[in-house]
């Protein structure tokens, strides 16, 4: 019996039968249960009408939500694997005394396959990076579709899982329909499945860039002028800018500058790269997630579902540069 097997017997014992043996599978799926959990919070804080905002630095609002949504992530995890290495982009919370004992793992994950690499690992292995609110500043604004939870998982340096959620999404167009789903969950894993969505392969042509749409400086609007696209879409968040990848409603997410952290794009990367994309820096080279990497992605962000359409926006941004 593998390692990972094994440890696994004794969270049997601690949180009932599991469905997967594996410990990989089984802290993606209780991932996506905390991401979506910390998805209503972030509604409750909303609709309360009290976001309690502090600026953390310039244009850098964090809101009571944000605040809640961590501390439920945490807790969630730390509760069921307590050796995880967990960074969140509130930094330390402290401890909560939060009754977590109903958030079950997602069963719809725990179907999943676990890729051989990710048999063996134990939780001391992970770095788990949580954004429990990406968008704050559309959030503050009533852009609330702009806004999604975020979880990472990294080993070795490498991102592996990830899971976005999307806590104002609705599978209904019409705004009297009362029987509408709010919320919706995608996660991913390199080398093995990715749920919750539809990816469409997006035609090259007629390029489409997703980028910022709180926090553009020269070197942005010079990139993408350099691109020539045929239209922008300025939007927030990092993981609603890969999602609008994933959906073929744009082609490619640039942010050629300093700014985005790692909590903003370890889960990403990984959904992106197991629909078959590619997430990098703007010179091409992956980001590494250990837990002492420094936090800033210094490099700015170039990802694309097409790999054709990233090595041809990676041309020409360091073709001008």
Request: with cysteine.
């Amino acid at each position: 019996m593998t390692v990972g097997r094994l440890l696994l017997s004794a969270y049997k014992g601690r949180f009932g039968k599991m469905a997967n043996n594996y410990l990989y599978v089984n802290i993606l799926a209780t991932a996506v249960t905390a991401a979506e959990r910390a998805g209503e919070v972030i509604r409750q804080v909303m609709s309360s009408g009290n976001l309690d905002i502090v600026l953390k630095g310039v244009n850098d609002p964090q809101t009571a939500a944000d605040r809640s949504a961590q501390i439920t992530i945490t807790s969630i995890l730390k509760n069921r694997f307590p050796k995880l290495t967990i960074i969140g982009e509130e930094g330390d919370m402290g401890e909560h005394e939060i009754d977590t004992s109903e958030f079950k793992p997602s069963e719809l994950v725990l179907n999943d396959p676990c890729p051989k690499e990710l048999q063996n690992i134990q939780e001391e292995d992970l770095v788990i990076w949580v954004d429990p609110l990406d968008g704050t500043n559309e959030f503050t604004q009533g852009l609330v579709e702009n806004a999604t939870v975020m979880i990472g998982l990294a080993l070795n340096g490498l991102s592996v899982g990830g899971v976005i959620h999307q806590p104002y999404w609705s599978d209904k167009l019409e705004e009297d329909d009362c029987d509408k789903k709010l919320g919706r969950t995608i996660w991913g894993t390199v080398g093995g499945n990715i749920g919750g969505i539809e990816v469409n392969m997006p035609n090259p042509e007629n390029l489409i860039i997703t980028t910022t749409r709180s926090h553009s400086n020269k070197a942005v609007e010079d990139g993408i002028k350099a691109l020539g696209a045929s239209e922008v879409l300025r939007v927030g968040g990092a993981g609603y800018k890969v999602l609008l990848l994933l959906e073929s409603k744009a082609h490619c997410y640039v942010f050629p500058t300093p700014g985005s952290k790692r909590w903003d794009i370890c889960g990403p990367e990984a959904i992106l790269t197991a629909a078959g994309g590619i997430l990098t820096d703007t010179k091409g080279n992956k980001y590494d997630y250990s837990k002492d990497t420094p936090h800033l992605n210094s490099e700015g962000v170039l990802a694309a579902l097409n790999p054709d359409i990233h090595k041809r926006c990676l041309e020409i941004l360091n073709s001008y540069a």
